[in-house]
């Protein structure tokens, strides 16, 4: 299986492509969402993983665009993202 690592964050990303390699998928890191857009149109991969907080293109961009561009694997958006009002609101 062919995953598409998005991030930005270099130890966040090493982390995630270790952990995955270790269980035999093959990962391909983006670190902008520009070279996930290339990456993404030209090579075939079974699943995607795509931080919503990129500089440049976001996430949200990222993934609208390979849509538009007729790619269809499977997207994982990440985020370590925390609204601090929404605590209150869980649970």
């Not at 670190?31 to 290339?38: I, N, Y």
């Not at 293109?57 to 007729?70: A, D, K, N, T, Y």
Request: aromatic share 6%; proline share 4%; with cysteine.
């Amino acid at each position: 299986m062919r995953i598409l690592l998005v991030e930005d964050e270099r130890k966040v990303a090493s982390f995630i492509a270790r952990a995955l390699r270790e269980n035999t998928y093959a990962v391909d890191v983006a670190e902008t969402g520009e070279k996930a857009l290339e990456l993404g149109t030209d090579v075939p991969y079974d699943a995607i993983l795509l931080d919503v907080r990129l500089p440049g293109l976001s996430g949200i961009e990222v993934c609208r665009e390979l849509r538009q561009r007729g790619i269809e694997s499977p997207v994982l958006m990440l985020t370590t993202y925390v609204d601090p009002f929404a605590f209150g609101k869980i649970g």
